[in-house]
């Protein structure tokens, strides 16, 4: 069912296949996460940001036009889940103010919060592996987990079979994982 294009899923769920919008959350989740984690505190937030956007979008997929890409429909929903989750928890950027005599909140801005220095050295050890991984494991590693490219769009891109991939994108998280003193990931 991996090989079924986005809108025939939407129709397919619309007809009642549960298993279709299982496939559309495998799909899209992992980009609706780092579009969420933009405006969440920590990843519970993100997390629920996401959890959100799929309940909406499950309740109205019928809206769905076809007019852009699923991936953008989700994103937008991702997007509006994002701000109602501020502002359920208050936290909108026009309640905060500069005055000479008031404090500012570090929960209201999250670039207030930021310290570069705190994960200097994992930052540099991970900078350095990949800088030293081969090119092909590198180029796996990027479409699937900075790109969000599922493993058939980028064996596709790369032009290599998708075990290949899986087989570079693992080599690579590997190598990555024990530069910065991590586990291992699982397969």
Same mark, same amino acid.
């Given at each position: 069912?991996?090989?079924?294009?986005?809108?025939?899923?939407?129709?397919?769920?619309?007809?009642?296949? #549960?298993?279709?919008?299982?496939?559309?959350?495998?799909?899209?989740?992992?980009?609706?996460?780092?579009?969420?984690?933009?405006?969440?505190?920590?990843?519970?937030?993100?997390?629920?940001?996401?959890?959100?956007?799929?309940?909406?979008?499950? #309740?109205?997929?019928?809206?769905? #036009?076809?007019?852009?890409?699923?991936?953008?429909?989700?994103?937008?929903?991702?997007?509006?889940?994002?701000?109602?989750?501020?502002?359920?928890?208050?936290?909108?950027?026009?309640?905060?103010?500069?005055?000479?005599?008031?404090?500012?909140?570090?929960?209201?801005?999250?670039?207030?919060?930021?310290?570069?220095?705190?994960?200097?050295?994992?930052?540099?050890?991970?900078?350095?592996?990949?800088?030293?991984?081969?090119?092909?494991?590198?180029?796996?590693?990027?479409?699937?987990?900075?790109?969000?490219?599922?493993?058939?769009?980028?064996?596709?891109?790369?032009?290599?079979?998708?075990?290949?991939?899986?087989?570079?994108?693992?080599?690579?998280?590997?190598?990555?994982?024990?530069?910065?003193?991590?586990?291992?990931?699982?397969?």
């Amino acid at each position: 069912m991996d090989y079924i294009n986005d809108r025939q899923l939407v129709a397919n769920y619309l007809t009642g296949d #549960r298993q279709a919008f299982a496939l559309i959350v495998r799909r899209h989740r992992k980009r609706m996460y780092f579009a969420a984690r933009n405006f969440a505190r920590n990843e519970q937030d993100a997390q629920d940001i996401v959890q959100d956007a799929l309940f909406k979008a499950a #309740r109205s997929m019928h809206t769905y #036009r076809g007019e852009a890409k699923l991936s953008t429909w989700l994103h937008r929903m991702t997007i509006n889940a994002a701000i109602d989750h501020q502002r359920k928890d208050g936290r909108s950027g026009a309640q905060c103010s500069l005055d000479d005599n008031d404090s500012v909140d570090i929960d209201a801005n999250k670039y207030l919060a930021y310290n570069p220095m705190e994960n200097m050295e994992r930052t540099m050890a991970m900078r350095q592996a990949l800088a030293v991984l081969p090119q092909a494991q590198r180029k796996a590693l990027w479409l699937i987990d900075v790109a969000g490219m599922s493993v058939g769009d980028a064996a596709a891109e790369l032009g290599v079979q998708p075990g290949t991939v899986k087989s570079r994108r693992y080599r690579a998280r590997e190598a990555v994982a024990a530069a910065i003193g991590e586990a291992a990931p699982a397969r």
